[in-house]
Every structure is written in structure tokens, then in C-alpha cells.
């Protein structure tokens, strides 16, 4: 799952004391010089990045959001997501500027994330989670230990950031990547921009609509 960083695998906790196997990743952008983390970015300046999206197509910023998350299933799985106890889990191991930002900053307590297998064959669309804990330190950045350690994070200034999810259903089937190309409403989705690695992106209402109406006729 992401436990997908935008960058690497890890390995998974649940919630409270989080153990994690990887989540997928995308190469961590955007370092300052000197290994200086960059000034945190508002939830403004985040959402204007791509403010259509930042809005998911509501008109206020309190309104429930909808996100999509990637994890790698043989670090990872679904099915070890419904394994954790109370079906929950800490989302560490992010390590690209603007996945965590939109942990960091815009995901709140209750919105719905669609959980996605990448690295898969196929890649794929599997459930559906939400947020159970907004946004803390990523405490894996400061273990030497850890394959998420990162030396210029600390406790006392921390980089990265995870939130906890709670599994709420796996979909019946797997909807694979191609049968989500097929889909009008999803033509301009993130997830199938070319190019687009982010682990951690937006989803509109309508997008997020459309995957659960055929998620739900199977």
C-alpha cells in the first residue's frame, strides 16, 4: 500500500505503534540545498498548485474530500490492510514534497481515500479506507533504522508527516487500471495522467463517484 512512498517500500505498523510494508513511491522532489527542508507550505499555497482539485469540486474547504493512496500488494496488501487491528494503519513512509503536503495539509479527518495496488499485475483499484488520525510527525524519518530514515528530520523539526487510515470495505473484484481508462468521468484523473507517480493524489466527487458505481455493479 502506500505504505507507498512516493518513493520506496516499507515495512507497516498498525495505527498506534505502525509497522508497515512499502507503499509505492515516486522519487522524492524538490530537496532544498543543504539538505534544508523547504519552508512548509500553507494549505493555501498547496491548493494552489492545482486548485481544482484541492477543492475535489466542492465550494468550501470543510466539505469531505477524496484521495487516492498506491500501495505495493507484496509489501503491503489489502489484505494485510484488513488484518490490522481495527483495520487501521499509520501511512508512513512518504518522502515526495507534494504527497506529504496534501497529507500534511489537506487531508482531515473522515475523508475517503481509494486504496490502489501499483507495482501489481495489473495495477489496480481495491477498496476504500478513510482517514482515521490527521496529520503527525512521521516518526520512521529520525530511526536509523528504519529504510525511511532521513538524517535532516527530527523530532523537534520534523520533514514528514503520515495520517492513519482505516479500512472500510475491499471492492468486490479488483477494477484494474485499462477498465478505469474506459471511464468518462475519469478522463482527467490524476491517476492516469502519463507520467503521474504521486502516491498520495486528489480525487474529485465525480471521479470518485464513478469508481464506486462500478465497484458497487459487480
Request: aromatic share 8%; proline share 8%.
Amino acid at each position: 500500500m502506500a505504505k507507498v512512498s512516493s518513493s520506496s517500500k516499507s515495512s507497516r505498523r498498525p495505527a498506534p505503534q505502525p509497522r508497515r510494508a512499502q507503499k509505492s513511491a515516486t522519487p522524492a522532489a524538490g530537496k532544498s540545498p543543504a539538505g534544508k527542508s523547504p519552508a512548509r507550505q500553507s494549505k493555501a499555497t498547496a491548493a494552489s498548485t492545482n486548485p481544482d482539485r484541492a477543492t475535489h469540486g466542492n465550494s468550501t474547504s470543510d466539505a469531505k474530500r477524496y484521495w487516492l493512496v498506491k500501495t505495493e500488494p507484496e509489501s503491503f496488501s489489502i489484505d494485510d490492510f484488513d488484518r490490522q487491528p481495527n483495520r487501521t494503519t499509520c501511512w508512513e513512509g512518504v518522502r515526495n514534497y507534494q504527497a506529504r503536503n496534501f497529507l500534511r495539509d489537506s487531508m482531515k479527518l473522515g475523508d475517503e481515500v481509494l486504496i490502489y495496488h501499483s507495482n501489481a499485475d495489473p495495477p489496480c483499484a481495491v477498496g476504500i479506507a478513510k482517514v482515521a488520525r490527521e496529520a503527525y510527525p512521521d516518526h520512521f524519518a529520525w530511526d536509523k533504522k528504519s529504510k525511511y530514515y532521513d538524517e535532516d528530520s527530527t523530532a523537534d523539526e520534523p520533514r514528514w508527516f503520515m495520517v492513519d487510515l482505516q479500512l472500510v470495505r475491499k471492492f468486490p473484484r479488483p477494477l484494474p487500471l485499462d477498465e478505469l481508462r474506459t471511464l468518462p468521468a475519469l478522463s482527467k484523473m490524476e491517476l492516469l495522467r502519463r507520467g503521474s507517480r504521486l502516491s498520495v493524489q486528489p480525487v474529485t466527487n465525480e471521479e470518485f463517484a464513478a469508481i464506486l458505481a462500478v465497484a458497487e455493479s459487480t
